[in-house]
């Protein structure tokens, strides 16, 4: 899969919010609350104004949308105590510790620039265990006369590492913070913080969908290790219920009998998880152990927000299973959501996924999962 190099980097600069950790929820969860007061409704929808921007523009983009009777200086003192409260409810996003754990563990240099000031940032990286040394230079907005979208965080972060701008690779998850990246003449890896948004992050090198989906060595830098046989080990996670349309109308026009779940009360644990295709086991309450493959994605029905589970029991079942128990563990990663051109072409795709799950599911690592005591003591936890 090696690409030719594009260029040659020799360090890492990361932004924090909506890169490393997952922003969007606890800022969606504040304003809802905040805005009550002014008989106002947070609509999701604004978060597209405020990802990236420096807390005050933020702040100026609410006061002037929703109305509110008073300056951006007086809603960001207001709100800044309750984010504050929240941070330690900030999730590390998918691949954020592989990402720098992995870095580390090479010697690249890191650095940490983001528009957030230095206490929040400070605040948010105490609860992830060893990010805080790792980054050998941290940036804050309030250290620098202009945030994002202007180079010069990054460029102050490239002065620190002592790198040449063009040295330097920058990931990013927001416009203003590409805009910013490519100001400062650095490369880009965009991870598009919203979904369906990477049709605007055309100034960036390139767009990926997680950051699982980082390949390093395109940049010259070492390459992650620890794929097996096209399938990156996850940690595991799970989530069940009873089938409510299965098998049958994958069917009709694929030809693969996908069982759905219904996520309801796995909204959280699904928005997590970045689309993609996965695979690990299902377990049907009557019938056992089955290998499985699966998608998440987004459903076009939806206003985005939900995002839906496609599992692909790798068997042939003679009868439907509907209203029965499925559980599934997930313990692996295939590849992110993709468009194809045609049916034909998605359908050789889904098989192709298929047989990466069926053989990578005989491997140790993955095959451990299949067991009964595992699968008690998910349903004892959490269901």
Request: aromatic share 10%; with cysteine.
């Amino acid at each position: 899969m090696m690409n030719s190099i594009r260029k040659l980097v020799s360090c890492v600069i990361l932004d924090l919010d909506g890169t490393l950790v997952n922003t969007d929820g606890i800022v969606s969860e504040v304003l809802k609350v905040y805005l009550v007061k002014y008989e106002k409704k947070w609509d999701g929808r604004e978060a597209q104004k405020i990802i990236g921007k420096t807390p005050i523009e933020a702040a100026a983009a609410i006061v002037e949308d929703y109305g509110l009777p008073m300056s951006k200086e007086d809603l960001l003192s207001e709100i800044s105590p309750m984010f504050s409260d929240q941070w330690c409810k900030l999730k590390a996003l998918p691949g954020a510790y592989r990402l720098i754990k992995h870095l580390r563990g090479h010697g690249v240099q890191m650095a940490l620039a983001s528009n957030s000031p230095r206490d929040s940032i400070e605040k948010k990286i105490s609860y992830h265990p060893t990010w805080k040394e790792s980054f050998a230079a941290i940036i804050a907005g309030d250290e620098v006369k202009a945030g994002k979208p202007s180079p010069e965080i990054f460029l102050e972060a490239a002065k620190r590492l002592s790198i040449d701008p063009s040295k330097c690779l920058v990931i990013e998850d927001s416009l203003p913070g590409v805009v910013a990246a490519k100001a400062a003449d650095m490369e880009v890896v965009a991870v598009p913080s919203l979904p369906k948004q990477s049709h605007l992050y055309t100034a960036a090198d390139e767009v990926i969908n997680s950051l699982l989906d980082l390949r390093l060595e395109k940049w010259g830098l070492p390459p992650f290790e620890d794929w097996i046989d096209g399938t990156l080990p996850l940690e595991p996670w799970h989530i069940g219920g009873p089938v409510i349309k299965g098998y049958g109308r994958g069917s009709k026009v694929l030809g693969i009998p996908t069982a759905n779940l219904s996520v309801e009360g796995y909204g959280s644990v699904l928005s997590e998880h970045p689309a993609g295709v996965y695979f690990g086991w299902a377990k049907l309450s009557t019938r056992g152990f089955y290998k499985m493959v699966m998608s998440i994605g987004w459903n076009p029905y939806f206003d985005n927000t939900e995002k839906t589970i496609e599992p692909w029991l790798l068997h042939k079942f003679d009868e439907d299973f509907y209203g029965e128990e499925l559980h599934l563990v997930i313990v692996g990663y295939i590849r992110p959501e993709a468009n194809f051109p045609s049916l034909e072409s998605l359908i050789a795709k889904i098989h192709e996924d298929g047989k990466i799950a069926e053989n990578a599911l005989e491997l140790p690592i993955y095959a451990k999962y299949k067991d009964e005591t595992y699968f008690k003591s998910i349903h004892n936890n959490h269901l």
